[in-house]
């Protein structure tokens, strides 16, 4: 975690405007999921680099960035039973004619998030009032880690759904808007952004080695607060500066639908046959409270 957090900062140093947030709240992943008999949902941290909205000199055209890195507490998940037959299971150690029973797991997820946002200013009166619309692109690497809750006391299918660790390499892309209007003097403003958008990609799990081509659709939600406590302009001959400090408090919700598939987060050798008739939609979604502290010259 600290160097994460160093990497952040030193991103930070290096550029002419940014911002560093830190959030909780929670993440929910439903359906889909072979292992998983119903929603889960546990606290996620997150730590992001911003930059919001930069225009390019001189023009209505600007960029955006959001890097954000993320990490679950462990997702504890009750055992559940499946009723498969045996004849089409790809695992001898499964005993003939019974039910295929679960046992306890605990899920972790961590990734990386980053998007970039391009676009054009239809509404820009200055650095406080606009509205822009755009496109945004992005790339999405999370993964689960998936181990034996310590409180299992059957230990007859160990062997057949061991530690595995699922691992997602999806990118997007779509339409995006965002605005920022002064409320308070130019000391209090508010700003949102929305996002919707194509994504693809792949999932793989390392140990039932069952790699598989995902596409859904990303949706982000994001509204704030932006405090500026002191605004100064300083000029030298046709140099002039606008350095500021700012913090920000806000809401950020995002959320992967994906069409019908079965991913096995288990890492039971399971064939394509028994797979099948279990695919289903599933989802994932986080809602953050973050605050941040930023500048820009």
Do not use: C
């Amino acid at each position: 975690m600290k160097n994460i957090t160093l990497s952040l900062l030193l991103f930070a140093t290096i550029t002419t405007a940014s911002e560093i947030e830190y959030g909780q709240g929670t993440f929910e992943l439903t359906g889909g999921f072979l292992g998983l008999s119903q929603t889960i949902q546990e606290d996620v941290t997150t730590y992001s680099l911003v930059e919001r909205h930069a225009n390019i000199p001189a023009s209505k055209l600007f960029y955006g960035y959001d890097f954000t890195w993320y990490d679950s507490k462990t997702l504890k998940q009750a055992e559940s039973t499946l009723n498969l037959g045996t004849t089409l299971i790809n695992n001898p150690l499964i005993p003939a004619n019974n039910n295929l029973q679960i046992p306890a797991m605990d899920y972790r997820v961590k990734g990386l998030d980053a998007n970039i946002q391009l676009g054009y200013d239809v509404i820009h009166q200055d650095d406080d009032n606009f509205l822009g619309v755009g496109a945004l692109v992005g790339i999405s690497i999370p993964w689960i880690d998936v181990a034996q809750n310590d409180s299992n006391n059957n230990e007859e299918y160990t062997n057949i759904f061991p530690d595995s660790k699922t691992s997602f390499m999806t990118y997007k892309i779509g339409p995006a808007i965002n605005f920022k209007k002064t409320l308070i003097d130019n000391k209090i403003s508010l700003y949102g952004s929305a996002a919707y958008a194509y994504q693809t990609g792949n999932i793989k799990n390392d140990y039932a080695d069952a790699k598989y081509s995902v596409d859904g659709t990303y949706q982000e939600y994001n509204v704030g607060l932006y405090f500026t406590p002191f605004t100064e302009t300083y000029k030298w001959g046709w140099l002039s500066l606008s350095p500021r400090l700012y913090a920000t408090l806000g809401y950020k919700y995002s959320k992967w639908d994906v069409d019908d598939m079965t991913i096995d987060t288990s890492g039971a050798k399971l064939s394509s046959d028994i797979l099948a008739p279990l695919k289903t939609k599933f989802q994932m979604d986080s809602s953050t409270t973050y605050a941040g502290i930023g500048y820009s010259f």
